[in-house]
């Protein structure tokens, strides 16, 4: 765990905003790392920052990994501005009443 912490400071000293350990309840010692970053650009920055005794930290944590193959990763890209970004319409059915029930027009009546 001792080792995971500097790893952490590591990541949020180059640019990371948010860093997580998770462990897997169902399969025992099994963790997953996130890191994330504001963009991808910012990631590949934090990797050009990174200096040699850094490296060095983090490869020390990969290589506790015991599994038969190397730790996997993945990259994921956010897409929260990609969905405010595009016109979103509201359609009704043609059956849909257009107030709310209780609250027709009462002056025309």
Do not use: K
């Not at 850094?54 to 193959?69: F, P, R, S, V, Y």
């Not at 996997?72 to 009443?97: D, K």
């Amino acid at each position: 765990m001792n080792l995971l912490r500097e790893v952490r400071l590591i990541h949020l000293r180059n640019g990371a905003f948010a860093w997580r350990l998770y462990e897997d309840l169902g399969q025992i010692n099994t963790y997953r790392l996130e890191m994330m970053y504001p963009s991808w650009t910012g990631y590949l920055l934090q990797r050009e920052r990174m200096t040699r005794r850094e490296q060095e930290t983090i490869d020390q944590a990969i290589a506790l990994h015991i599994g038969e193959n190397p730790p996997e990763l993945q990259h994921f890209l956010c897409v929260n501005q990609e969905l405010h970004i595009r016109p979103f319409v509201v359609t009704r059915p043609t059956g849909t009443v257009e107030a709310p029930l209780g609250m027709e027009d009462t002056e025309a009546s």
